[in-house]
Nanobody, 124 residues
Framework: QVQLVESGGGLVQAGGSLRLSCAAS????????MGWFRQAPGKVREFVAA????????HYADFVKGRFTISRDNAKNTVSLQMNSLIPEDTAVYYC?????????????????WGQGTQVTVSS
């Protein structure tokens, strides 16, 4: 059974940093792209970042470029999101997901399994 578990969320002041982690289990994930999405109250889920199975390519939403970095450790079946220079608009529940098949990295419909999410709150 595939399971994705996010951790690392919390409350941080604007300008601060958080590191989110996603632990994957149930299969070997090194062949599959993984992504981070977020959903703020009253808003649709939006793409944040994605990384290829090998980790040699990554993709970012424009609003996080230069502030967030996605990485993965295939030996540990984990994917991380380092978030720096956080702003109140980054407040949301952050989800990790795995994509088994082809499809646009930024399209949530392309992802097959999702974690339960971790809350990130950035205070001004």
């Amino acid at each position: 059974q595939v399971q994705l578990v996010e951790s690392g969320g919390g409350l941080v002041q604007a300008g601060g940093s958080l590191r989110l982690s996603c632990a994957a289990s149930g299969r070997t994930f090194s062949s599959y792209a993984m992504g981070w999405f977020r959903q703020a109250p009253g808003k649709v889920r939006e793409f944040v970042a994605a990384i290829s199975g090998s980790g040699d390519s990554s993709h970012y939403a424009d609003f996080v470029k230069g502030r967030f970095t996605i990485s993965r450790d295939n030996a540990k079946n984990t994917v991380s999101l380092q978030m720096n220079s956080l702003i109140p608009e980054d407040t949301a529940v952050y989800y990790c997901a795995v994509k088994y098949y082809s499809g646009t990295y930024s399209d949530a419909r392309a992802y097959d399994h999702w974690g339960q999410g971790t809350q990130v709150t950035v205070s001004s």
